[in-house]
């Protein structure tokens, strides 16, 4: 932590003083906030529903005229780009801050926008569809990562899940392609079976049965046949098979269309929400701990040490940033609106320099540049000594 105080010495009751005040300073969540994740919402949809017209389109002029490969290409470009920001924007700009509880206590606000009712049973299909299920993925980063960033228990800590690439003898070029390919597949893959196993453990736990060490893909067993009957098929099922079923009165033509599309859609849906979501807690700069936080200034202190934010300040910028991009505020006070972070930020910013703190915000792309070099071996997180 050089030129910054170190964390020994961080007076942690005055930060978590100081980081307390911030919540009295904005007052309680109120309806302007719960009127901006609904603006949030339809931005996202607007994307999502304008992929869908797009291939509607391509497949009308394919009926109707010769469709040049460039004319073609560059409507279903288009289209898959538009649905991969509607379903990360569905993901982090939503399903997101609701989890966390972020609009739970704003009055006469309907149950679906609460932590308690948002994509439960079947609202799953309507509010939610993805490769995780909700009491997975929130416990797994609501609890899990929230409360044990940085550790060995952090699910998401991306140094202690690569030990097997960066240990290995595979070469670095190798290193590199493996995770450039996994950054397009990465929900499927990783995502949703390891939170599925972090959430199957927690029950194991409660009845003393060994907890399960990797995630399972076998359908024979009872894990990875849930795995596949709760969160792969669905999915695959409604998305890759319903929807693109819908555009047959077009021809199969445009159903074969609307299959490639979505198959796009999703690839950049994986890479786009890699590179917001996992650079946050992930580079050479940042710490890693190897105790439990004793204290809530500790904890605050751990937060703004163990995060990074991207550029901020604008409702466009941050929208397409999934508002992962005020990561630091985010850990500090993880069940507040989105739009508490644009006014917070600042102040944060001023509790870190009150204190000496070193507050990292910088470009997305540099930030994956980062987070590769640490996924290849070639960085490593910061210790703490003693922590």
């Not at 929130?138 to 960033?149: A, T, V």
């Not at 199957?200 to 049965?209: F, G, H, M």
Request: charged fraction near 20%; glycine fraction near 6%; charge should be positive.
């Amino acid at each position: 932590m050089t030129g910054y105080t170190p964390y020994n010495k961080v007076n942690k009751e005055q930060l978590q003083r100081d980081i307390d005040n911030i919540k009295i300073t904005l007052g309680a969540p109120s309806q302007e906030d719960f009127k901006h994740l609904l603006k949030m919402e339809r931005w996202g949809r607007i994307f999502t529903f304008t992929g869908y017209f797009l291939i509607l389109l391509l497949s009308y002029l394919e009926l109707h005229y010769t469709v040049g490969t460039f004319i073609f290409w560059t409507i279903a470009l288009s289209a898959a780009s538009c649905m991969g920001i509607g379903n990360v924007s569905r993901w982090a700009n939503i399903t997101h801050p609701i989890l966390h509880g972020a609009y739970d206590k704003i009055p006469n606000i309907p149950a679906r926008y609460t932590s308690k009712y948002y994509a439960t049973g079947k609202r799953r299909y309507i509010d939610w569809l993805d490769w995780l299920k909700v009491d997975a993925w929130s416990f797994e980063h609501n609890i899990m990562h929230h409360y044990h960033l940085g550790e060995d228990d952090d699910p998401d800590n991306v140094e202690y899940n690569l030990k097997w690439l960066t240990t290995s003898k595979i070469p670095m070029w190798l290193r590199y392609v493996i995770i450039y390919g996994f950054t397009m597949v990465w929900k499927p893959v990783y995502y949703a079976p390891n939170t599925l196993r972090i959430l199957d453990n927690k029950t194991r736990k409660r009845s003393k049965l060994p907890e399960i060490k990797k995630h399972v893909w076998s359908p024979f067993s009872v894990n990875g046949l849930r795995l596949w009957k709760e969160y792969l098929l669905p999915y695959i099922g409604i998305k890759f098979i319903l929807i693109p079923l819908l555009f047959l009165p077009l021809g199969w033509g445009a159903v074969l269309n609307a299959l490639l599309i979505t198959f796009m859609a999703e690839l950049m849906a994986n890479s786009h929400s890699f590179t917001v979501i996992v650079p946050n807690h992930s580079a050479g700069d940042i710490y890693r701990f190897d105790t439990p936080h004793k204290t809530q200034g500790e904890f605050y202190l751990r937060q703004i040490m163990g995060s990074v934010n991207y550029r901020t300040g604008t409702n466009p910028l941050d929208f397409v940033h999934g508002w992962l991009n005020y990561q630091i505020e985010h850990h500090l006070f993880p069940t507040l609106p989105l739009s508490q972070y644009q006014k917070m930020q600042p102040i944060v910013k001023e509790i870190c320099a009150k204190h000496n703190l070193e507050y990292r915000q910088e470009s997305v792309f540099k930030r994956v540049r980062m987070t590769v070099e640490l996924m290849v071996g070639k960085t490593k997180l910061l210790k703490v000594e003693g922590v």
